[in-house]
């Protein structure tokens, strides 16, 4: 065999390897997706206030030790929740779960060793020492509820507490607390108008503590 038949043959064979590198990304591609389906849900219990710390540890333990086809996603559930403090609102997440964490795995002995002895977690929530998925209703409920645009109002105030109002025609009032509407953000005084107690719809950012 010639030089340049050699040469032409050698590079034929590193096309044909190029051309087969992304078939055999999309085949793996395929079985991990495939994996990915056979997963369930399952609820790690951690300690509180660890919850972003712990999911964020598990997931680059299976980065490193090459759990990807076992171990699929990890969550901790928060929502947006409006807070008003001192007059002036913040937006925040707030876990839907404290203590908790959500990982999509399939559980055997191996996976389940990783997530158990990731530091932080405490337990696996299931019956006795058996882990126990949770229902896809349960986890298409979470979902919905994570991603709901319209965010909660966190109240400040407990019913019968004595407030003044310091915006709008009462400013200057001194009331009590009748109702709390934290979707709204708006909560129900009882201002003494005329000798009598007269319910006023005011939004959080009207009512101050004394």
Avoid: C
Avoid at 69 to 81: A, C, L, M, S
Avoid at 180 to 188: F, P, T
């Amino acid at each position: 065999m010639d030089q340049d038949t050699q040469t032409t043959e050698e590079k034929k064979t590193e096309t044909e390897e190029v051309s087969a590198t992304p078939e055999m990304k999309s085949e793996a591609k395929e079985a991990t997706s495939s994996a990915s389906d056979q997963a369930k849900w399952y609820i790690v219990h951690t300690y509180s206030g660890h919850e972003n710390k712990v999911a964020k540890s598990l997931k680059q333990r299976v980065e490193s030790m090459g759990f990807e086809e076992k171990i699929f996603d990890i969550i901790v559930p928060t929502r947006n929740t409006i807070k008003v403090s001192q007059g002036k609102k913040e937006t925040v997440k707030e876990k839907i779960f404290p203590g908790y964490v959500l990982v999509k795995m399939i559980l055997d002995d191996e996976s389940w060793l990783l997530v158990r002895t990731t530091q932080g977690v405490t337990a696996f929530i299931g019956a006795g020492n058996k882990p126990s998925p949770i229902s896809d209703k349960e986890v298409e409920a979470i979902q919905k509820f994570i991603k709901t645009e319209e965010p909660l109002y966190k109240a400040a105030f407990v019913t019968g507490e004595a407030v003044k109002i310091v915006d709008g025609p009462f400013t200057d009032f001194l009331g009590t607390i009748d109702e709390i509407d934290e979707a709204k953000g708006k909560v129900k005084v009882l201002v003494s108008i005329f000798g009598r107690e007269t319910p006023v719809e005011l939004d959080f950012l009207q009512v101050a503590k004394l």
